[in-house]
């Protein structure tokens, strides 16, 4: 069964940091473009970053560059998204996605991607 968890999110003062997890099962990642998204309340799911296994990481959101980072791990077949720097505009639940990947670089798009993880709450505030 194909299947993405992810793990890590929680409440974090502005400045702080959170790294979030998210471990494939029924499937290895390093075939895989991996993708991070977000959707703040009242706002359209928004991509964050992503990784291609032929060209590496991408931002496909300017307001992270510099703050966010994403890292493959293929021996534990897990991605993380490592953030610092957090600003309240950041809170949001986050989504790992997965995607066949079939060009040197990962999709912009959140429906290129295939496989979902169930969503992780980030809060940051005082």
């Known amino acids: 069964q194909v299947q993405l968890v992810e793990s890590g999110g929680g409440l974090v003062q502005p400045g702080g940091s959170l790294r979030l997890s998210c471990a494939a099962s029924g499937f290895t990642l390093d075939a895989y473009d991996i993708g991070w998204f977000r959707q703040a309340p009242g706002k359209e799911r928004e991509g964050v970053l992503c990784?291609?296994?032929?060209?590496?990481?991408?931002y496909l959101a300017d307001s992270v560059k510099g703050r966010f980072t994403i890292v493959r791990d293929n021996a534990k077949n897990t991605v993380y998204l490592q953030m610092n720097s957090l600003k309240p505009e950041d809170t949001a639940v986050y989504s790992c996605a997965a995607g066949r990947s079939r060009n040197y670089y990962c999709p912009l798009s959140k429906d290129d991607y295939d496989y979902w993880g169930q969503g992780n709450q980030v809060t940051v505030s005082s």
């Open positions: 990784i291609s296994p032929r060209s590496g990481s991408r």
